[in-house]
T-cell receptor, first 115, second 111 residues
Framework: GAVVSQHPSWVICKSGTSVKIECRSLDFQATTMFWYRQFPKQSLMLMATSNEGSKATYEQGVEKDKFLINHASLTLSTLTVTSAHPEDSSFYIC???????????FGPGTRLTVT | RKEVEQDPGPFNVPEGATVAFNCTYSNSASQSFFWYRQDCRKEPKLLMSVYSSGNEDGRFTAQLNRASQYISLLIRDSKLSDSATYLCAVTRGDSNYQLIWGAGTKLIIKP
């Protein structure tokens, strides 16, 4: 149980374009989903927390207009990187937790390269 | 001081040995604690939750010391496949169920 999928697994895009990443909980209802980014050899950096049906809460320093998060259902959250730039190249990982639990289960991540 | 601290390592350990590492946290209000493992270029995977009474899962034992505010992970009879980065995570102590992450301890098991 507790399977989270993420799509796409990798994407290469040109500077200025937008990229949408999907995160799905496959076998449980995700009350909360989290979006992280991770640079090589660095720790996870929480970008935002999203609860189904409400606006995401962004961490300090994360631009909400650049990283659009939608959590429309209990099994799906999306992250859209708008007007991507090379410095947005990173490993983006989502996680999800079920109601009443603190445990987070991660999707396999999306490796974004902006050229 | 970081909210969650781990020795980055790497810990180079011969196969079959026992290895232990700690993770300290600063927020005494944290209630839940976890160990995750992360393989290179992969997502973190939950290894075990850490309970007040300590818990064991096969070769892995996790313990919590609230007085000194640290959690520990012990791996016995280490295998080559245990090579990974081990991340500890603790709850932030407020709403939203957010976890605060350590930077991870890199473990290398040598044959």
């Amino acid at each position: 149980g507790a399977v989270v999928s993420q799509h796409p697994s990798w994407v290469i895009c040109k500077s200025g374009t937008s990229v949408k990443i999907e995160c799905r909980s496959l076998d449980f209802q995700a009350t909360t989903m989290f979006w992280y980014r991770q640079f090589p050899k660095q720790s996870l950096m929480l970008m935002a927390t999203s609860n189904e049906g409400s606006k995401a809460t962004y961490e300090q320093g994360v631009e909400k207009d650049k990283f659009l998060i939608n959590h429309a259902s209990l099994t799906l959250s999306t992250l859209t990187v708008t007007s991507a730039h090379p410095e947005d190249s990173s490993f983006y990982i989502c996680s999800a937790r079920a109601s009443g639990s603190y445990e987070q289960y991660f999707g396999p991540g999306t490796r974004l390269t902006v050229t | 001081r970081k909210e969650v601290e781990q020795d980055p390592g790497p810990f180079n350990v011969p196969e079959g040995a026992t290895v232990a590492f700690n993770c300290t946290y600063s927020n005494s209000a944290s209630q839940s604690f976890f160990w995750y493992r992360q393989d290179c270029r992969k997502e973190p995977k939950l290894l075990m939750s850490v309970y007040s009474s300590g818990n064991e899962d096969g070769r892995f034992t996790a313990q919590l010391n609230r007085a000194s505010q640290y959690i520990s992970l012990l791996i016995r009879d280490s295998k080559l496949s245990d090579s990974a980065t081990y991340l500890c995570a603790v709850t932030r102590g407020d709403s939203n169920y957010q976890l605060i992450w350590g930077a991870g301890t890199k473990l290398i098991i040598k044959p």
